[in-house]
């Protein structure tokens, strides 16, 4: 009879217990960097091979005019607070260069007017920010596979990082990186124009990357210069960028 | 040797009330007890994830500016600070539990879900966001590994398809008055699922939990370039993330009337069976 008593007990308690105790022990988990590191994030690696597997090549949905956002809101940062953006902006960016370099077989750097001058792509695209919101608006740019042919990448570059005017917090400036597959994407571009109109101050001026199949921290705005790199490690935090090094966002924002 | 163990003799005649016997299958106990795990983090990690902007749309877009028809929100009051939960036009104040809580150590918690019910507890989109899109590899791959197996081993054609006599309104009405009056099968009867099982178990199996999957899976990006049609299924990024807000509320009330059916027809029977796989067929009453 004890043993039947201790085994029933034990057979109800498991259910219950069980849940309590993974309960109490999924926030001492999540806290250790290296649980995060090797359990937490391989969803995340998962996904990011399976998408490059088997739709590498696969093309964002595009919209129509009638299905955009009436009201495109801005996040993040809205107004960079160096000096030198503000002057630059006040210039309307005459004076704004844009440079690409690092592994690349001829640094260039680009006027405002010199990227507006080159083929453009206009695709009606929706941006997923990761807090779950969606806005649809239509994108004007120069597609980054033109630059990227025009400095001619070195064998050894593996990534595209993005070096932005603004700052988050202690004056660290904000950068992003994305994977040669993005970079010679179709639809990866670097956008000046919003909505028929010149991309405005809020949403990135004089220009902010456009990389459609992922989440809009990704979306670098006020990008200031262009390095092709063979790894990320030696770049701010080394996780490839802003958010990712302060607060633990994936890399690989394609979900 | 106990009296219910199975003995030659007793193999002629058709298990009766009183006897031990085989109920689930290896498949479904592991199924089971992992899938207990996995949603049980897949619905905490995602109340966390819905805390980071807590209002839904239907449609391709959806922010801010946009009409939400639900809302769990926080706001300032000639009272003070006011947790509410608003469904179209209609507003709760939920302070305490939606909208406004209180943390571990009394703070005020100014976020949709509880720190009780989120994993972690405390507001981190991105910690919750890696817990979630995780375990939801495990999640999808248990109910695609599950659901093939199972039609292959036979076990939703004989153990989960209804029979067309159980389809007859008047056998489903019946059952729905058993259950009212917590009448639950005895003997040979209860070696079988009854029809509203049937159909909560098929419902689980094939529409709440695949819809968890493919409206997950619509939410993101890369996926909407690989697979355009999930858009057309659900009508747009925000409506597949409404929905799948609506079906994991389906999938807790599935979960709170299963334990509470568990706890009504025999805690100790009900688990060991699905630990074990060996259930007693409860005594036909007299």
Redesign the interface.
Known sequence: MSTLLTR?KL??G??LGG?SL??SG??PL??SPKF?EM??????W??YRV?RL??SD????E?SAS?M?????TNGNTMPDSADYQRMASENFANWQLQVDGLVSTPKSYSLAELRNMPARSQIT?H?????????GKWTGVPLALLLGEVGLKPQARYLVFHCADTFGLGTKYYESIDLVDGYHPQTIIAYGMNDEVLSVGHGAPIRLRV????GYKHAKYVMRIEAAADLASIGLGKGGF?EDS????WYA?? | MTANQTTAEDLSRRPAGGDLVKRHRLSTRVWHWTN??VL??ML?SGLM??N??P?L?WG???????HAWLEINGRNTPEGPQGYLRVGDITIVTTGILGLSKRADGRNNPVAFPAWAT???DY????S???H?????LFAGGILAYGVWSLVNGHVRRDLLPSRGELKPGHIWGDIKHHAMLKFPTGEAARHYNILQKGAYLLVLGILIPGMVLTGLT????????F?FL?DIFGG??SA?SIHFILAAGLVAFILVHLLMVLLAG??NE??SM?TGRYRLPKEKS
């Open positions: 029933r057979i109800t498991l259910g849940s993974m309960l999924c926030d999540g806290s995060e359990v937490l994030s391989s969803g995340n998962l996904s998408h088997i739709g696969a093309l964002a949905p919209y299905e956002s009436p009201v495109f809101r929706r997923d920010c990761v807090e779950g919101w969606s806005a649809i459609e199949r992922q989440l958010w607060s633990g966002y994936d394609g979900i | 207990a795990v049980l983090i905490m994830i819905f980071a902007h209002r749309y391709q877009f959806g922010a801010n500016p946009d994993i972690p507890s981190n989109l991105a910690l966001r890696r817990w899109l995780t375990f939801a590899w939410m993101s990006p890369s996926m909407d370039a690989i355009p858009l990024r925000q993330r805690p100790f688990i060991r630990i």
